[in-house]
């Protein structure tokens, strides 16, 4: 069973920034696709970032370029999602994926984000 846990959510100012990590458990953290998604209530869920299994292309949502990078740490079965220049609109829960090579996806509990302004 794959387990995944969110962390380093929390209140920040506009501007400022956040890192947050997705630990993944499991011998096999290479072999997954890994990714965030956000959601805030009464709104659908929102792709925020993606980074690849191998060679580690990223993918991110229109509203998160060039201030969100996505990287991943094999060693550490960890995934870091920086967060630059929050802002009000990005408050949020995150919630991050694995993607395993048949496709299916696992999830995280979810973490809080708030940016106040």
């Known amino acids: 069973q794959v387990q995944l846990l969110e962390s380093g959510g929390g209140l920040v100012q506009a501007g400022g920034s956040l890192r947050l990590s997705c630990a993944v458990s499991g011998r096999t953290f290479s072999s997954y696709a890994i990714g965030w998604f956000r959601q805030v209530p009464g709104k659908e869920r929102e792709f925020v970032a993606g980074?690849?299994?191998?060679?580690?292309?990223?993918d991110f949502g229109d509203s998160v370029k060039g201030r969100f990078t996505i990287s991943r740490d094999n060693a550490r079965n960890t995934v870091y999602l920086l967060m630059n220049s929050l802002k009000p609109e990005d408050t949020a829960v995150y919630s991050c994926?694995?993607?395993?090579?048949?496709?299916?996806?696992?999830w995280g509990q979810g973490t809080q984000v708030t940016v106040s302004g």
């Open positions: 994926y694995a993607e395993d090579i048949k496709g299916y996806h696992y």
């Open positions: 980074i690849s299994r191998g060679d580690g292309v990223t």
